[in-house]
């Protein structure tokens, strides 16, 4: 109802009124939420409140249906949640990610706003909710307990898809590189020390697998996630929600988001109490992290110098590297993404923690699950992006740096085992140390093989062929 002061209507909840901005999406209990909750400044995702979006459309198709919403209110409501979908109305959701647990008040924000953009498509005025009501009717056989387990869900397997996508850019770039080295002899390293003979290319090649093995770990928690627990409403049980309406809003969910194969969760008593799910997902993002930390820690190391470290590969100069030091080119991008991947393996923390927070039939830590994972997917997407683009595609190979390594190397002492035994071999590679030569300029001065063979053995030791 309008109220005195120009701008504002008044609105009353179980609690009592409140003056809200006239010109407002969101209602009273929004607007609650938003002075309780000033913690972070940080919103909700817009991948989250479209999926949030997406089960009040379902749920109003299912309702409509079942005949238990009016066929103009259901219309409406509709309506207004597709609008929400498009993200015509992400400025009004106001509430904080850290806020009231299970995440009511996301779920309100959610109600409000199709309410009153249901209202006003029916040509009635914004807070009079006798004609469509935030709880009566936009949350009609819902509870904040299904519906926002099942939007994190939706949202999770939407925005995971960008995730692979950019796995497999970086997977293809590094398995570019890989071929574009396949011919770089290098030496290899073992603790940090000499070790046998291989190719830059392998060594690519391997990052380039490990990327294949994360991007599989996001198949099992990706199924899991399909399971719903929408229609469960509050604890599992159901109640207050039509004994179809779980087979009708989730069957209009899988047409809404293009998901195929989202299903009843087998008990909708786990499906709202566990959080494991969540679980399994965010640590299939922490693997992940794990992996791309590790590798561009190597990259890190393997282009260090240019004239003090290993300088094995030299990166692309994407910008000056110091305020100081000219002419300095520093990892920039590797050094970014390993600073991405910390976030994300303390947000798995962080998650892990959460899921095995819940108590009985609630889980009421969702919020923080929520925008953990959200976040995580979103940031390592945007990181693995720039990582592959800016920096894996850039990079070169300085073989004759690597040909230097690899001829001073004390591990070459491995490939004479063959031709001359193990003793023979400890020999040459002790007087070489004492020396100063290298391996093969001691194999050679001994007479112990000749020039032809210790080629040979060097290219089939890295794996190469020989050509014999």
Partial sequence: ?????????????????????AKALYGIQTLRA??????????????????????????????????????????????????????????????????????????????????????????????DYSIIHPNDHVNMGQSTNDTMPTALRLAL?????????????????????????????????THLQDAVPMTLGAEFGSYASSISAAMDAFAPPLSRLKALGLGGTATGTGINSHH????????????????????KAANPYSAINSMADFTSYSGALRE??????????????????????????RFPAIQPGSSIMPGKVNPVMAEMLAMVCFQV????????????????????????INYNTLHSTEILKSAIDAFASRFISGIKADSARCAE??????GLATILNPAIGYEAAASTAKEALATGKSIKAVALGKGLISEKAWGILVRKAADLKTGE
């Fill in 345 to 368: 393996i303390g947000n798995d923390t962080a998650t892990a923690l959460a899921v095995q927070a819940g108590q009985l039939e609630l889980n009421v830590m969702l919020p923080v």
């Fill in 34 to 127: 938003s002075e309780n909750f000033r913690i972070s400044g940080i919103r909700p995702k817009g991948i989250f409140i479209k999926t949030t979006a997406m089960v009040k459309k379902a749920a109003a198709i299912a309702n409509t249906a079942l005949g238990l919403l009016d066929k103009r209110r259901g219309d409406a409501i509709i309506k207004a949640a597709e609008e929400v979908i498009e993200g015509r109305h992400d400025h009004e959701f106001l509430v904080d990610v850290y806020q009231a647990g299970a995440g009511t008040s996301h779920n309100m924000n959610a109600n409000e706003v199709i309410a009153n953009r249901a209202i006003e498509l029916m040509r009635g005025n914004r807070g």
């Fill in 1 to 21: 109802m309008a109220d005195s002061k120009k701008g504002f209507r008044l609105e009353r909840d179980t609690l009592g009124e409140m003056l809200v901005p």
């Fill in 288 to 313: 992940t992290a794990c992996e791309l930390i590790r590798i561009s820690n190597d990259l890190r190391l393997l282009g260090s110098g240019p004239r003090t470290g290993l300088a094995e590969i």
């Fill in 157 to 189: 397997i939407l925005t995971s898809a960008d995730l692979l996508t950019a796995l497999a850019r970086l997977r293809k770039a590094l398995t570019s590189k890989s071929k574009e080295f396949s011919r770089v002899l290098k030496s290899g390293r």
């Fill in 244 to 263: 179809l309406f779980r087979v009708r809003a989730i069957s209009a969910l899988r047409e809404i988001s293009g998901i195929s194969g989202l299903k």
């Fill in 405 to 410: 390594y690899l001829e001073g190397s004390v």
